[in-house]
């Protein structure tokens, strides 16, 4: 995907790109080789005591059955939440383009999860459906429905799931709606007056001229399933119960928390880093080819 | 719409109606659940309509212990959210306009290269480089500050994605046209390309202002003065205590509170950009 | 002549500034995680200590939850701009403590600026979890509470319950009456799962977590609660949550409401929930010490405190820390101490404001904060009670509590869950043991 009319000079692409890559540099690129470089190192708190252990910390890690069990976790988890909240803000983006003057006061709306702090989400998550004082707890325990995540696994991925994708559909739906304003209705027109009906006419050509806009929003809810979720997981599960929803991000974040075990925890940040990079590589080959520009 | 379809339009409705209850019930019991006392609220039955203890609660909230303890004005403190906010905003949209113009429009070695090193940011949270990067902050002497608060939140690969994103669906011929007109990369994109991006830095826009306005982790970290400090870690202050969960009603009413700044700016960007929404609906 | 009455104004200016030396005020950074009332309190006390003397000035900061602050403790230190005085909560003591450098112990402070001191004056189980095994203190108790078993008097006269109970099998049959009587989701219930379960349950038990005094005496300490007494108490959970006569209310204390709400008349959680309940609670309650079995020899013995004690950073200078220990004794004072407790609810750290509190009629009035200091002076505490000291604590209790889980939630038996958290804990353990040096 390239564009073929394209500007000829050759040092001003650099300077444009000169701020984001210093600032990338110094507040990115040289605090993570620190952090990577830890991945090797067995180190207390305060990082007083260090001795280099070249790849323990990942021998360690792929003989940890915990660690294969946070993988099928994030798997489960990461593809409920994607699937779910691009769905679902798609649906709501669809309907809302559809009136202006709607569209604006929905937006409004809906960017509350947004801007509820994850911790305060997992605050009112907790609030809704604890098992005994929760308020929507009340209708399941009287449809006779034993609903405990703080003991059933299941029960704690349902509402974690529910939780994380409640927060994201605000994100996806506003960048869904700004892509379905973007299209021209003379092109829908058109549409129409060769005779399509509504839904042919969004999945051939609302749709493919979306495209763009979904493309990027499944690399960012990919990166955010994968790395932003600790927040809203600490906050509703810790984890729990019994490490039924400990996503490989969360082992990440609780493993090296105050100090725990800092190099364990860098190593499985560089797997799951690389992880991801590769995921999204994949999509930037085989799933760009599909997205019209 | 292009057809008048009156059943399509109620279906509509009822869809976004659904959607708001989906997405908006969570606040609203949040907030009913702060205009209760406490005993109502973890009972179980609690009522679906306002109680009679708001007043009571948000006092309670903001001056019992509140007020007194926070020592810097409440003023202090929006600003300071505000400065930040805006300043991770405007950073960020900033720096990735420029960089994806420059992946997007020019050829040159290492293309691929930079949008990948820049991309890659995204890969390795914060939460995980903390100790080094405060390192960082430290010994560039910017802890403490609004540069300190601001620059390490603004490198981002998502902007640059969108930005990206958006450049590559604008017609080739527009380009043609600029060059034939003897533009050149900077008339093009002041002229042409920044106007048709409106709405995507608009979105851009809201969703950087909130993400920058919930910062927690960070500008804790790295402030210690008062006058330094943001309107989420006083609301914090104020009540968060390993309690806090025992009166519901109390975590109602800050959650409340703590939501309202990023929202009440959202309402007024929405005004500012539905007009620009409507100038270039084409 | 004018110039030489300038010269001699000059000559006495100078001679005055060079004779006054510049009063600079030491500044001491203290950074804290209290908020709301106590919050007030960590500033009052301040200005107290800063009015009473113009040569040092502490300021406090407070830098988010007990884990924020010490997580900002951390990275300060790694980056050298780490404060004066840190309060850091009682699960980070391993981790304090085992980088020599990182810290100064206290009694090393209070001996070095030759500030009066003595170890005798201070409660025992207090002080003894931040000491070492000789006795020497490494970090200054400030805010202390302990686990201890709330009653709804009310619910339990209702249900028919005499007394409250005193033993495990007492509160096993209240709950069974408490659940004949309507309470379908709650007979006895808790919070803070592993500290009530395994670290308090040990201590009153006067059987240990682990080794070498619970690791007070070493880093080279083995787990082993898996003891037959222990996997009986996990056994009898596990059969009572069956029927939720026992239900579990999750790791830490978020679910601490349903003692309030009355839907759990036997809760047992902090001490330091008592302004809560007071504030939340419709019905007439007490707190009562923690249950125990009758058979199991020794019990009752003593509880441990939870809570958080204040640190001083290492690497700072001769006269900042000359301040610090001066705060110190400042916050050690009898009455200080005395109104500090009746007010806060933080436990006495002195036997002298214990003894102040209960001549000044204080428990007469209110006798439910005397619970947890009744428990904690209940004996002279044993090598098994004296406090716990395991490395990385935070991620110990999830591993203790993902066990404990897993058995309620009848993935494993008692004896299986007990032995895996043994066998985890003991490999982060080891992990730990050669970080410290």
């Not at chain 3, 509190?357 to 428990?363: E, L, Q, S, W």
Request: glycine share 6%.
């Amino acid at each position: 995907m390239e564009k073929s009319v394209v500007f000829n000079n050759k040092l001003l692409p650099y300077l444009l790109l000169v701020p984001q890559l210093i600032i990338t540099f110094v507040f990115f690129y040289w605090p993570a080789s620190q952090a990577v470089w830890q991945s090797f190192l067995r180190e207390d708190a305060f990082g007083l005591n260090s001795e280099f252990i070249g790849l323990e910390n990942y021998q360690s890690l792929f003989a940890d059955p915990g660690y294969y069990k946070s993988m099928l976790i994030t798997v489960i988890f990461s593809s409920l939440v994607a699937a779910l909240s691009l769905s679902i803000a798609l649906l709501f983006a669809t309907q809302a383009d559809k009136n202006l003057k709607a569209a604006g006061a929905y937006k409004t709306l809906m960017i509350w999860p947004y801007a509820v702090a994850p911790a305060v989400a997992g605050v009112l998550w907790i609030f809704m459906f604890h098992p005994t004082l929760g308020t929507l707890a009340r209708p399941l325990r009287w449809m006779n429905f034993d609903w405990n995540p703080l003991l059933n696994g299941n029960h704690a991925m349902a509402l974690v799931v529910m939780a994380a994708v409640w927060k994201q559909i605000s994100y996806n739906f506003l960048f869904f709606l700004a892509g379905l304003q973007s299209i021209p209705k003379s092109v829908l027109e058109a549409g129409a007056i060769d005779g399509a009906g509504p839904m042919r006419r969004f999945w051939t050509i609302t749709f493919p001229l979306l495209s763009p806009t979904t493309f990027f929003l499944l690399v960012v809810n990919i990166v955010y399933v994968f790395f932003d979720t600790f927040g809203i997981i600490d906050a509703v599960t810790g984890g729990g119960p019994a490490g039924a929803t400990t996503t490989m991000v969360y082992k990440v974040f609780a493993d090296g928390r105050l100090g725990g075990d800092l190099g364990g925890s860098a190593a499985q940040s560089v797997v799951l880093m690389v992880i991801v990079i590769a995921l999204t590589a994949v999509q930037f080959k085989y799933v760009e080819r599909k997205v019209q520009y | 719409m292009v057809e008048h379809r009156p059943l399509s339009d109620i279906i509509a409705y009822a869809i976004l109606t659904f959607g708001i209850f989906i997405v908006a019930f969570p606040v609203y019991l949040a907030l009913i659940a702060s205009t209760h006392d406490a005993a109502t609220v973890v009972g179980g039955h609690m009522p679906l309509a306002p109680g009679g203890h708001m007043l009571d609660n948000y006092y309670r909230a903001i001056f019992v212990g509140g007020s007194r303890a926070i020592r810097e004005p409440v003023g202090q403190m929006l600003l300071n959210s505000f400065i930040s906010a805006i300043g991770i905003a405007i950073g960020k949209i900033f720096i990735s306009v420029l960089s994806a113009y420059a992946v997007v429009y020019f050829r040159f070695p290492f293309r691929k290269t930079a949008f990948w090193i820049i991309f890659v940011t995204l890969m390795l949270p914060v939460e995980v480089r903390i100790y080094p990067t405060y390192k960082v902050i430290a010994d560039l002497k910017m802890l403490d500050t609004y540069a300190g608060l601001i620059l390490p939140l603004i490198a981002s690969a998502t902007g640059t994605l969108l930005f990206r994103q958006f450049f590559m669906t604008i017609p080739e011929e527009l380009l043609e046209a600029s060059r034939i007109d003897g533009a050149g990369p900077f008339r093009f994109f002041w002229d042409t390309l920044l106007p048709l991006s409106v709405t995507t830095i608009a979105a851009l826009f809201v969703i950087q202002f909130i993400y920058g306005w919930n910062q927690y982790l960070w500008p804790l970290l790295i402030t210690t003065q008062d006058s330094m400090q943001t309107i989420v870690t006083g609301i914090k202050k104020m009540l968060y205590t390993t309690d806090e969960l025992a009166e519901w009603q109390l975590a109602m009413a800050t959650a409340i509170l703590a939501m309202l700044p990023p929202v009440a700016v959202v309402v007024f960007m929405q005004r500012l950009f539905v007009r620009g929404l409507v100038e270039t609906e084409k | 002549m004018a110039l030489r009455q300038f010269g001699a104004a000059a000559a006495v200016t100078v001679a005055l500034a060079l004779a006054t030396p510049a009063h600079a005020v030491t500044e001491i950074q203290w950074w804290h995680a209290m908020t709301g009332g106590n919050n007030d309190i960590v500033n009052k006390l301040a200005e107290e200590f800063n009015a009473s003397q113009s040569d040092y000035k502490v300021i406090p900061t407070f830098k988010g939850s007990y884990p924020d602050t010490m997580n900002a403790g951390i990275a300060a230190f790694r980056a050298g701009t780490a404060p004066h005085i840190i309060q850091v909560f009682e699960v980070g003591t391993a981790t304090m403590m085992s980088a020599t450098g990182a810290i100064k112990p206290v009694y090393q402070l209070m001996k070095d600026a030759n500030e009066p001191f003595d170890p005798k004056a201070y409660l025992p189980t207090i002080t003894g979890y931040y000491s070492t095994s000789k006795g020497d203190m490494l970090s200054f108790p400030f805010n202390s509470s302990s686990m201890v078993m709330w009653i709804n008097k009310d619910e339990l006269k209702k249900a028919g319950v005499a007394e409250i109970p005193k033993t495990w099998p007492d509160v096993f049959a209240a709950a069974k009456k408490l659940k004949a009587a309507g309470h379908e989701t709650c007979g006895f219930s808790n919070a803070w799962a592993s500290w009530a379960h395994i670290e308090q349950f040990s201590a009153w038990h006067n059987v240990p977590i682990g080794t070498k005094a619970n690791g007070l005496d070493g880093f080279d300490t083995v787990l082993t609660f898996n003891s037959p007494l222990h996997v009986k108490h996990l056994q009898n959970l596990i059969d009572l949550q069956k029927d939720k006569t026992y239900d579990y209310s999750g790791r830490e204390n978020k679910s601490e409401a349903r003692f309030a709400s009355g839907e759990c008349a036997i809760f047992l959680t902090s001490s330091g929930y008592y302004a809560t309940a007071k504030s939340t609670a419709k019905f007439d309650f007490t707190s009562a010490p923690m249950p125990y079995y009758p058979d199991a020899a020794g019990a009752p013995q003593n509880s441990i405190i939870g809570g958080a004690s204040l640190w001083v950073m290492g690497g700072k200078k001769p006269d900042e820390y000359k301040g610090v220990a001066k705060f110190f004794t400042f916050l050690s004072d009898t009455n200080r101490q005395a109104k500090l407790h009746q007010e806060s609810g933080y436990l006495p750290i002195t036997k002298a404001a214990y003894e102040k509190t209960k001549a000044d009629g204080f428990y007469e009035k209110n006798p439910v904060p005397e619970t947890p200091l009744k428990e904690l002076t209940n004996k002279e505490p044993t090598a098994n009670s004296r406090g716990l000291r395991f490395g990385n604590m935070v991620q110990m209790r999830d591993v203790w509590a993902e066990q404990i889980e897993a058995a309620l939630a009848g993935q494993k038996t008692a004896q299986q869950a007990l032995d895996d958290a043994v066998a985890k804990g003991n490999a982060m353990l080891r992990t730990f043991e050669k970080t410290a040096k």
